[in-house]
């Protein structure tokens, strides 16, 4: 059972379309994050996100976390082909445990 | 400043034998963790390491260890391979020990036991 369950599992749109990837989990987390694969190459960090309820955007990119701090969207608007890749949450369940929990991703395909 | 770096990128292995990879860490960086991806099982949590000590560990079996050089640089061990270790290993570096820190991800090393 995945802790961290993301969807869709993978979408394919044209370019200039707006799509929303979601991250849920019956679990609370102290914070949230959210990376971007391409091939051959390892994740990289696109945002944190700490506060329930916060939202950050990051060019054309939105990022929200859920009020109960246990859900995330990721919403992409105008859709470019450089934005091809696997998209990754990750979660911090406690600072205690203090290791990340990656979701099962979401890999998305945007044509010209 | 120059990235993460692993060795080999691409290994073939049989099955029953050991391999070992190479990570080596963004300068200054202290903290080592590994991962597995894999189509199935998606990225999971193997070990990480802070200044040569192994801080937290995932739900791996025992055939799976490491550890870290004075110099950060860090090693991961698979041995008895099984055909199920196919996976890209990625490593990951960050400047303090934990998850809160941001870790920046190698390229990862792509290994496939026949």
């Known amino acids: 059972t995945q802790l961290l369950e993301q969807s869709p599992q993978f979408l394919s749109i044209q370019e200039g379309e707006n799509l929303t990837v979601y991250c849920n989990s019956s679990?609370?987390?102290?914070?949230l994050q959210w990376y971007r694969q391409e091939p051959g190459e390892g994740p990289v960090l696109l945002v944190t996100?700490?506060?329930?309820?916060e939202v950050k955007k990051l060019k054309r990119l939105t990022f929200q976390f859920g009020d109960a701090r246990k859900d995330s969207s990721l919403h992409i608007t105008a859709a470019q082909p450089g934005d091809t890749g696997l998209y990754l949450c990750?979660?911090?369940?406690?600072?205690?445990?203090?290791?990340?929990?990656f979701g099962t991703g979401t890999r998305l395909q945007v044509f010209p | 400043k120059a990235g993460v770096t692993q060795t080999p990128r691409y290994l073939i292995k049989t099955r029953g034998q050991q391999v070992t990879l190479s990570c080596s860490p963004i300068?200054?960086?202290?903290?080592v963790s590994w991962y597995q991806q894999t189509p199935g099982q998606g990225l999971q949590f193997l070990f990480e390491?802070?200044?040569?000590?192994?801080?937290n560990k995932g739900n791996f079996p025992g055939r799976f260890s490491g550890r870290q050089f004075s110099n950060s640089r860090s090693e991961m061990n698979v041995s008895t391979l099984e055909l199920g270790d196919s996976a890209l290993y990625l490593c990951?570096?960050?400047?303090?020990?934990?998850?809160?820190?941001?870790?920046?991800f190698g390229p990862g090393t792509r290994l496939t036991v026949t």
């Open positions: 390491y802070f200044s040569e000590t192994q801080r």
């Open positions: 679990s609370v987390f102290s914070s």
């Open positions: 996100v700490v506060t329930g309820g």
């Open positions: 990750a979660a911090i369940r406690s600072y205690n445990t203090d290791k990340l929990i």
């Open positions: 300068s200054g960086h202290r903290s």
């Open positions: 990951a570096s960050s400047q303090g020990q934990g998850a809160t820190y941001e870790q920046y």
